[in-house]
Structures are given as structure tokens and as C-alpha cells.
């Protein structure tokens, strides 16, 4: 079963308007977990890293304001994409790793964005 | 910095036929790498690593890879191609220095033809 769960699948929102994101382990604490972008028929970007307890770290020419992430818990991240506006209509995908550096990193199931 | 390319957006291959993914990779230090596959609108599922040990490597679902340091390469494998396999196969790579950090290669694309 699915060890990183992401809620919502899909949403539609309207410009203007804020949306979150959750990014839940389900079965192990995550100090860190990570947000991506996919743009259709396109690679993964990372966006930032999320870490708990301290703020994220955006990677360069991500909008910190605008992508606010929240890593409240152990288990919990957030991401809010704020004032959203059409192009920011995408897949989000967030992951965690589940261990040290030899383990391999568990995906959300991701969220399509819409923004009219 | 580290970087992975995936020269082929897209392969197509028949059922029971061999399929293979390539990916090359380019770090300056012992890489890990990481094969996932993604279906449309879903999040990546994770199918083999390459840490340390033998070169040879068998993951989930018949898949394997082989990790060849000369060559800088990371092909996958899979002996006999099923119409279900047919999905987006992304490989990364992570320095073991830069955390869990994962760089992703652009992606390819298999289709497998009944």
C-alpha cells in the first residue's frame, strides 16, 4: 500500500484564490520531504525542500511567497500555492524518504492543479 | 552538480519483446541511482537502486538495470515487455553528500504494442 499520501488528487480553483496541498507519511516520520512540479509530458522539478520543525528551502527561481510550505509534523507537510493564477496549473508531486541516503524515496500520488 | 539524460523520449517495443531504458548519469562523486515508472496522473512508484555491490541489479515487476561506472550508464531492463508496462520511466540519481536530494533524467516514454 501507498507508504506517502497526497490530498487532494485534483482540485479546481479560481484565480485568485488559495489552495493547499498535504503531503502525509503514512507509516514512518519524515524530517524532510520534498515538493515537485510536472509540467505535462515533462520531468520532475524540484521545488523545495520541506523540513520539519524550520522553514523550507526553495530551490532558485521558486517563489517562496507564493509556494508556502508548511512542515508542521513529523508525518504532515503542506503546500499552499497562493493568489493561484492559470499558470500555475500543474501536477504537484510531493515524496519522503523513508530512511538514510541508501533508501529510495516514496511518491504521493499527486494533485492536478487547475486554476480558471 | 549532478545531472542524468535519458537520450530517448520514447520507445516503443513489442509485447515479449526485449525493452530497454537508458539513462546516463554525471556526478563527481559514487552515485545512487533510481529507477521509477509513472501512470498517467499518478505519483512515481520506485522500481530498482543502485547503491553499492553488484553491478547487475533486479527490482520489482521482472525489471532490471545494470550500473556500469566506465560507461557512466544505468540502462533498464526487461526481458519480455508486457502491454502493461506501458508508462513514463524516469531515472535519478543522488550524491550521497547532497542528502536525499534526487536529480531526474527528462523521462522516457514505453509503449508496448500488443
Not at chain 1, 25 to 44: C, E, G, H, N, V
Not at chain 2, 26 to 46: A, C, D, E, K, M
Amino acid at each position: 500500500g501507498a507508504v506517502v499520501s497526497q490530498h487532494p488528487s485534483w482540485v479546481i480553483c479560481k484565480s485568485g484564490t488559495s489552495v493547499k496541498i498535504e503531503c502525509r507519511s503514512l507509516d514512518f516520520q519524515a524530517t524532510t520531504m520534498f515538493w515537485y512540479r510536472q509540467f505535462p509530458k515533462q520531468s520532475l522539478m524540484l521545488m523545495a525542500t520541506s523540513n520539519e520543525g524550520s522553514k523550507a528551502t526553495y530551490e532558485q527561481g521558486v517563489e517562496k511567497d507564493k509556494f508556502l510550505i508548511n512542515h508542521a509534523s513529523l508525518t504532515l507537510s503542506t503546500l499552499t500555492v497562493t493568489s493561484a493564477h492559470p499558470e500555475d496549473s500543474s501536477f504537484y508531486i510531493c515524496s519522503a524518504p523513508r530512511g538514510g541516503i541508501n533508501t529510495e524515496a516514496f511518491f504521493g500520488q499527486g494533485t492536478r492543479l487547475t486554476v480558471v | 552538480a549532478q545531472s542524468v539524460a535519458q537520450p530517448e523520449d520514447q520507445v516503443n517495443v513489442a509485447e515479449g519483446n526485449p525493452l530497454t531504458v537508458k539513462c546516463t548519469y554525471s556526478v563527481s562523486g559514487n552515485p545512487y541511482l533510481f529507477w521509477y515508472v509513472q501512470y498517467p496522473n499518478r505519483g512515481l512508484q520506485f522500481l530498482l537502486k543502485y547503491i553499492t555491490g553488484d553491478n547487475l541489479v533486479k527490482g520489482s515487476y521482472g525489471f532490471e538495470a545494470e550500473f556500469n561506472k566506465s560507461q557512466t550508464s544505468f540502462h533498464l531492463k526487461k526481458p519480455s515487455a508486457l502491454v502493461s508496462d506501458s508508462a513514463l520511466y524516469f531515472c535519478a540519481v543522488r550524491l550521497g553528500a547532497a542528502g536525499n536530494k534526487l536529480t531526474f533524467g527528462g523521462g522516457t516514454r514505453v509503449l508496448v504494442k500488443p
